[in-house]
């Protein structure tokens, strides 16, 4: 297991650093967000781990190969049913117990140019060099792209998420884990894509997709009447799996908070 290790500032500090990095002041995210520190510990940071999300396996996972500092995309405070803050609970009380500091970004981490979930995709699917302009809007800000001035077969696009959800990757506690499952393709655009929007994690926003004129759209994970209406607007609909498209903002912020504290 890849971790990040060295002496650092105690939690509080770090995720300091993190909200400066990520701009998460100027955000405006959702209630169950709560960016930012939510658990944690009077210690020196020691080793920093990532995982997508903050569920009992991710800290325990940490808290056994004694990372300390565990940044996440999705927290710990989903959810206000009786059966949600009962398992809040739980994770709070195994985190406090294993000494597991937990750090959480949702939309800011979504939106960062050069560190966020979506940038990271679009890299990832080689469409960096494409002409792109912000997209999708969440809470009011843009949390994804659109690119276009290229030309890629719809095909070729689901074949390269397949092999990006097949490739082992570091970042569950600290190193990721493998991304494995079924690439959903909803074929109703062309065959040929020239025109891509790119929204990680959960979007189903055709409104938007189809104001802009786009002829694709590229996110995790969409409703059965989202791709109901993709089939009737003509638009293709590709599908990655919410987690797994989410993997490289944790990622990346652990390797730059890393950078920034002069961690090795």
């Known amino acids: 297991m890849k971790h990040i290790q060295g002496k650092g500032g105690k939690p509080a500090s770090l995720a ?13 995210d959702y209630p169950g967000a709560r960016n930012g520190l939510q658990v944690t510990h009077g210690r020196q940071v020691k080793k920093i781990g990532w995982a997508v999300d903050a569920d009992l396996e991710s800290i325990r996972k940490a808290g056994k190969e004694k990372v300390d500092f565990l940044i996440v995309h999705h927290g710990l405070f989903w959810g206000s049913s009786a059966l949600d803050r009962k398992i809040r609970a739980k994770r709070i009380q195994e985190a406090k117990r294993l000494g ?4 959480s970004s949702h939309l800011p981490l ?4 050069e560190l966020g979930n979506s ?8 469409l960096e060099k494409w ?24 095909a070729e696009l689901a074949r390269r998420l397949v ?22 393709v909803v074929g109703s655009g062309p065959k040929v894509c020239r025109r891509i929007g790119i929204v990680t994690g959960g979007f189903g926003d055709l409104d938007q997709v189809a ?23 003509g638009i293709n ?28």
């Open 16 to 28: 300091r650093e993190c909200d400066q990095i990520l701009k998460t002041k100027k955000f405006r």
């Open 100 to 103: 597991v500091a937990i750090y």
């Open 110 to 113: 979504d939106a960062h140019p």
């Open 119 to 126: 940038i990271g995709l679009l890299r990832a699917l080689g």
């Open 131 to 154: 002409k792109r302009k912000g997209f999708g809007k969440a809470m009011g800000r843009e949390i994804g792209y659109r690119v276009e001035g290229g030309r890629i077969r719809r």
């Open 163 to 184: 092999l990006l959800r097949c490739e082992p990757r570091q970042g569950r506690g600290s190193s990721f884990e493998g991304l494995q499952g079924q690439v959903k």
């Open 211 to 233: 104001k802009t004129g786009l002829d694709t759209l590229i996110t995790g994970e969409a409703d059965y009447p989202t791709e109901v209406k993709a089939k009737e607007l």
């Open 237 to 264: 609909l590709i599908l990655g799996g919410h987690r797994e498209t989410e993997v490289f903002g944790v990622q990346n912020l652990a390797k730059h908070a890393q950078m920034k504290n002069g961690r090795h």
